[in-house]
């Protein structure tokens, strides 16, 4: 396996930088953390030259000029009301060509104190600069950005699940109609052809590389904090287009063979539609009278007093699909911003929507619900840990007496034999899988956001037991035999 080209050389990094944080790079050399070249090297940590300074500001109109000016021609708003957004400002050297190109209004965000001190300090035109806190997020109001853009920021980002909260908090901003404008690696369009794409499968800390049509990959990549994702196009767009935003095009950072490479993307929703196409609602319903109605019929409370909780509810069609049932208190977690503030679009009736924080948990006070469901929501998480903490944030909201209603994917039950189960053995990002009565594994799992843990019965049971949990059945969640079930367990009486 060989390692891809990048669009430029750059210069040679302290070693100890693989592993850095950003925050000390811009301690130690902010302007060599953001532009990597020789004439940068030795530059300080504080006090900059005109010289290099007015270097670091023509790099940024030529970047400016070539990859982003054209695109921000199609927002929504002119450059003099819209609100132009960079992820990942640095020292401001992309905003203040913006700026220079007649956009009034410009703000940043940047994770790092020290670059967003120097960005103030360098360009103090800016109308605001925000730092991003643990969970990713920043101060920004949701929708009220024209457009945002990034240059070499998420390329560095070394976790799948970090990527992608980079990207959420990007859409969480737009408006509807706002552009967004990202420079991102991706080996797919290594060879030049868009049209004939390679395919990418995205875990956690690494990715595998294929080329067009062929089974194995020609490349494993060990992501790091200055080599971070690469992520796969069909992963990006899929997952963009859940959050109703269109990739419009992709194009090359330069010239040659590179994984460097540009979206282009516009949020196609519209804040005044609100609704789902006949499609969803009635799938919904299905899914909801099907495998959740019954058992909510044992719930402790009654549909008009007791409050129904759905981790991980998306844009809110379970949901929907729970108040036309006759639930009137209707709550929902999820970990995406931008989801729950299309969910509150849609389904305007919840209760409440409360975000999920790095650590799983919501705002929801202890032993609140009469039951908590979860479909689909499970089976994406690609580690243990954080999977077994969402767990424990279900079991907490629940009261005495409460229902749990989860729909995972359990190889234990493959062949369909809820008497005579499987066995796993879960690790942090793997797992092994065996028959009933075999030793041998026959299947060893690599978790990935896109087909996460897969948990053994037996930890799970044991896992709720700490909660005061009792199991109350296994479900298969279609006709075949398949890994796809769901669990009923009932909280036990007071502490």
């Known amino acids: 396996m060989r390692t891809p080209a990048l669009a430029e050389k750059p210069a040679q990094r302290p070693s100890h930088w693989k592993q850095a944080p950003w925050e000390q790079m811009a301690q130690e050399n ?22 290099q300074v007015e270097t670091l500001f023509e790099k940024g109109r030529r970047l400016f000029r070539r990859h982003i000016a054209g695109a921000l021609a199609h927002a929504p708003d ?44 360098l360009v103090p035109e800016v109308e605001a600069l925000y730092p991003l806190d643990e969970h990713g997020r920043s101060g920004l109001e949701d929708g009220c950005a024209s457009a945002v853009f ?76 200055w ?37 282009e993307a516009k949020v196609v929703s519209d804040s005044a539609s609100v609704g789902f196409t006949p499609e969803q609602a009635e799938k919904s319903r299905r899914v909801f009278r099907r495998h959740v109605a019954g058992a909510l019929a044992h719930a402790p409370d009654p549909p008009e007093a007791g409050l129904i909780v ?14 036309e049932s006759g639930w009137r208190r209707v ?24 975000p999920l924080d790095a650590m799983g948990r919501s705002d929801l006070p202890d032993d609140c619900a009469a039951a908590v469901f979860s479909y689909g929501a499970l089976a994406r998480i690609p580690a243990l840990g954080r ?36 066995r796993t053995e879960n690790h942090e990002t793997w797992s092994l899988h065996f028959r009933p009565g075999e030793e041998q594994a026959y299947l060893r799992h690599e978790q990935d956001p896109s087909d996460g843990v897969r948990i053994g019965s037996q930890l799970l049971a044991s896992h709720l037991q700490k909660h005061r949990m009792r199991v109350t059945g296994w479900r298969a969640h279609g006709l075949d035999g398949s890994m796809s079930v769901w669990l009923h367990a009932k909280k036990r009486g007071e502490r």
Not at 230 to 253: C, F, P
Not at 333 to 347: E, F, G, K, T, Y
Not at 396 to 419: M, S, T, Y
Request: one cysteine or more; proline letters at 5%; glycine letters at 10%.
């Open 150 to 225: 990034s240059y070499a920021v998420v390329q560095h980002i070394s976790e799948l699940s970090r990527y992608m909260t980079a990207f959420d908090e990007m859409r969480r901003i737009l408006k509807p109609g706002g552009l967004l404008v990202v420079q991102l690696n991706c080996t797919d369009f290594e060879g030049g052809d868009f049209e004939r794409p390679g395919r990418t499968e995205n875990h956690e800390t690494f990715s595998l590389h294929f080329h067009p049509g062929e089974e194995e990959p020609y490349l494993r990549h060990e992501q790091d904090q």
């Open 387 to 422: 999977y077994l903490a969402a767990i424990d944030e279900m079991c907490r909201i629940l009261k005495p007496g409460g229902l749990l209603i989860v729909q995972l994917n359990c190889a234990d039950f493959e062949v369909g034999d809820f008497e005579r189960p499987g």
């Open 331 to 354: 709550a929902g977690l999820d970990a995406s911003p931008a989801l729950l503030a299309q969910c509150r679009r849609q389904v305007p009736e919840v209760e409440g929507l409360h």
């Open 30 to 51: 902010p302007l060599f953390a953001v532009m990597t070249t020789e004439e940068m090297a030795g530059a300080p940590s504080a006090e900059f030259t005109p010289e």
């Open 78 to 121: 002119g450059p003099e009301e819209g609100l132009i957004v960079e992820y990942g400002c640095g020292v401001g050297r992309m905003l203040n060509a913006a700026l220079e190109a007649g956009y009034r209004r410009v703000a940043g965000i940047d994770i790092s104190p020290t670059m967003l001190a120097h960005c103030r300090r």
């Open 310 to 323: 759905q981790y991980g509810c998306g844009d809110g069609r379970l949901l929907n699909a729970a108040l």
């Open 227 to 263: 080599s971070g994702v690469y992520i796969g196009s069909d992963l990006l767009t899929e997952w963009l287009k859940v959050r109703q935003v269109h990739i419009a095009s992709w194009r090359r950072h330069g010239s040659g063979k590179s994984i460097s490479v540009w979206i």
